[in-house]
């Protein structure tokens, strides 16, 4: 397949090929139906398989209980940010947020809009949410606590989650999720947009802890109660399938091929010490994010200066290297190393920014 | 291609063959990308062409005047049920809606669990929902009125759409939009869960009548307004990608390979005409719908015994005819001949039903 490129963008974001050529082969006739998978019903055994295989994959992977429940959803992670807010608020209980920049920040501002007492408890907004908070208060008193466990605007990446006293954290996972092994007990609920390291957009992952449930308010939208969901298997309506047939394909690539969550740390640790220790190594290339803060998913990075920059994404994506421009709001360049981007990209991206620096610094 | 099926789901439906072929051919490097289509950012010049050109498509095909904006959204209609009645009602102007069965009837529900003030203004519940009400009153004092195009579930089928007097219709039109020529103008929103006639599950359609954004509140989170979609050409977040790009090749398809959608309605008329036709010349067949009111997209009927409708079931998925089991909240059969289900799948499906009656009868 040598004319795929190594692709660095930050979402929707590669894919595992393996993955990819089994859509491919698989996409006129689903399995002996006669159909494809999008032209099989939602109510059928085909999908049925799909769904329930994309579940159990998750449960394993992530090692959760029986007190959790998987949920696929729509909408995205900016879907999530009201749903949490209506969902999981309770009377007299402030919602505790933590900001470490816009995803946190979007998420606070619905909360805000919805007119919930939320409180921001911890932030990075005074050094430009370059950094995690190293202590969060515990409030017993809050409804839940909520975080974004990665940033892939700034790079940074919660390291330890907080320790709450027993209230439940909320987290949008969706650029790390299934990158590094957790704890998910203290979670009443993850959720993740499926387009950085689970599988196309169209698909919003939502891990629900069972006690959570009981929160759900009975006069809201049918569509917007977590319990619509969690009683009908995410099948109260047409869900997205084709999205949720990828996200499954994804799922056991990992849990299959890479060999589960743990492995797939590993390979990821190896992926950013080498990009890291490239930034480090001279004074050329200069990383964004506070070392110990630095997130293993997004790699931020600025060079001497922005016509270098230009330069820098330039022949990156003429040598086959995509989409390393930072994001629009801060500038520089990014470099996303989801699971599904091999050790091979990240070495290449290592030769050709030494190479680079020869020649420009 | 003989290892398909002819596929009559009622959705997720059958999909023209040349657009899979062409979703396969490209899958794992779209337009010399290097990249699947899955894996291009939302934000690239790619995913930009996809987008706008579905947009300009869907403006053609339906003939759509500057004041319409057309937008993805994701959740389905079921998400369209509230969001409809949270952006569009008027303060003191009652939601009026029509009630011809399930998704109108879910409809309705949406609209008073959130407390909106809504009027059933013409139904057809005292017959089972087997008939379109022939007259429905005009309100001025309304916010808008509401209809299901088409029920799938009964098979029904507007032929004329109510006159409102200047009150904006609403409808959902998830199972014949693309199907026939209407005039768009007294529309304040269509919406349309992509699934049936224009593209897999994931994506829905929402077509909105610029004044439409007026109305629009502004203190709803800003995933459930209808301004944040058409500000941002549906890109305020992520959308379902993938989804919108299938949708383009289906459009694609109706616009260059049928000729568009007059061309298309006459084909779906054909289909129609020969089913009923089969269904009316004897007894063994009975169709549930009255007669004026026929879906032209989904054609119930039952036979003399609810074994002889299992028997005839399994017979044709035997005979490679798919997805015939009528919903499960009314039984009997369906066929479901939306606009990529070809003649020849129709007339298989006759000459099939002929055969089963010799043998039944």
Redesign the interface.
């Known amino acids: ?1 040598t ?3 190594f ?1 660095f ?7 595992p ?1 393996p993955v ?2 089994e ?2 082969a698989e ?3 689903y399995k002996g ?4 998978i ?5 109510r059928s055994k085909w999908f049925d398989d799909v769904l329930n295989d994309a579940v159990a994959r998750t449960r394993r992977l992530l090692n959760l209980s029986d007190r959790f429940r998987v949920l696929f959803l ?6 999530q ?2 749903m949490v807010a209506m969902n999981l608020a309770l009377p007299g209980k402030p919602l505790d947020y933590v900001d470490t920049g816009t995803w946190s920040t ?1 998420a606070i ?2 909360a805000q ?2 007119g919930k007492d939320v409180r921001v408890v911890a932030g990075s907004k005074d050094r430009e949410y370059t950094y995690i908070p190293e202590t969060v208060p515990v409030n017993p008193d809050a409804s839940y606590l909520h975080i974004t466990s990665n940033n892939t605007i700034r790079g940074t990446q919660w390291k330890r989650f907080p320790e709450t006293g027993g209230v439940p954290l909320v987290s949008d996972m969706s650029s790390d999720i299934l990158s590094r092994v957790f704890d998910p007990e203290p979670f009443g609920l993850i959720y993740a ?1 499926a ?1 950085k390291n689970a599988g ?4 919003t992952l939502v891990i629900l802890r069972e006690d959570m449930l009981e929160r759900v308010p009975a ?6 109660r977590y319990t619509t969901y969690a009683e009908k298997n995410s099948l ?8 949720i047939y ?1 996200v499954g394909l994804v799922l056991k690539w990992l849990e299959e091929t890479v060999g589960g969550v743990a492995a797939m740390e590993d390979i990821n640790r190896r992926k950013a010490d080498l990009l890291y220790a490239c930034i480090d190594e001279t004074d050329f290339y200069r990383g964004t994010a506070s070392p110990e803060s630095r997130s293993a998913m997004n790699v931020t990075f600025r060079l001497p200066t922005p016509e270098l920059e230009q330069k820098f994404i330039e022949e990156a994506t003429r040598a ?1 290297l ?2 390393l421009k930072g994001h629009r709001s801060v500038g520089g360049c990014r470099a996303s190393i989801y699971n599904a981007m091999p050790l091979e990209g990240v070495e290449a991206l290592v030769h050709f920014m030494k190479d680079f620096e020869k020649k420009n610094g």
Request: aromatic content about 6%.
């Open positions: 397949m004319d795929r490129i692709n963008n930050p979402g929707p974001a590669v894919l090929l990819l050529q859509i491919q996409l006129l006739n139906s006669g159909m494809s999008m032209e099989v019903s939602h729509q909408g995205g992670a900016s879907m940010f009201p979007k501002k619905e809009i919805l947009g387009q196309p957009a169209g698909v006069d809201l939208p049918t569509m917007f109260f309506n047409t869900p997205p399938c084709f999205a990828v086959g995509g989409g």
